[in-house]
């Protein structure tokens, strides 16, 4: 089961108020899905952007909640940049505050974290990678791209079955402002709001029998 805390969060997500246009965004990703599941396949999704420590990761851990929320199986989510450098911060406290148990799990400067949503589903594991580490799936996956940088510098990702832009605006445009943490946690709730929408529209049945 998800966490209490976790499951209330996400009861409070608004999906009705996605726009139109935005649903138009997010509609590919919904297909993919959809088919995997009625192919009774993985559903294999790498989230990417270009550092791997924002974005990328809120999507990641965010999607990977919202498959078990709705009882979607055999989902696999990952996350990748162009480039690596670190899971930020205010990226994990942002996700701590919606109800997820984070812990810090080693202290260099790519640390490794164990970001749980419950007590009987493996944690998501959280550090930057780029998107074609070997921890990451090499093919039959989907890549989503979730910043406009890597979205231009990655035309093409080797391996993946589908490539989608579902791009959004960076919150370290208020790094070290009074406005940081607000910030963090209003962008980790879009994306909480749009993978709920994404995985609400599943049809599930076909990849339990």
């Not at 260099?108 to 970001?115: H, R």
């Not at 580490?133 to 979730?146: D, L, V, Y």
């Not at 980790?188 to 339990?208: D, G, R």
């Amino acid at each position: 089961m998800i966490f209490s805390k976790l499951s209330e969060s996400i009861d409070g997500l608004n999906i009705a108020s996605i726009a139109d246009e935005r649903k138009a965004v997010l509609q590919p990703l919904i297909e993919f899905i959809q088919a995997k599941a009625d192919a009774r396949a993985n559903i294999n999704i790498n989230f990417i952007c270009t550092h791997n420590s924002r974005r990328s990761h809120l999507s990641q851990v965010w999607a990977q909640t919202m498959a078990t929320y709705f009882n979607v199986r055999n989902v696999y989510c990952y996350s990748g940049g162009t480039e690596a450098t670190a899971l930020f911060p205010s990226a994990a406290k942002a996700l701590e505050s919606s109800g997820f148990e984070i812990q810090k799990l080693s202290n260099e400067s790519n640390p490794i974290y164990s970001i749980k949503y419950s007590q009987t589903h493996h944690p998501v594991i959280g550090f930057s990678k780029t998107f074609d580490a070997s921890f990451n799936p090499t093919s039959e996956f989907a890549a989503i791209m979730t910043c406009d940088s890597a979205n231009e510098a990655c035309p093409f990702v080797p391996g993946s079955e589908k490539r989608i832009a579902i791009t959004y605006q960076d919150p370290k445009a208020f790094d070290d402002t009074p406005q940081q943490a607000e910030k963090y946690l209003e962008r980790s709730l879009q994306i909480a709001t749009e993978m709920k929408y994404v995985f609400s529209n599943i049809n599930p049945i076909s990849n339990y029998r």
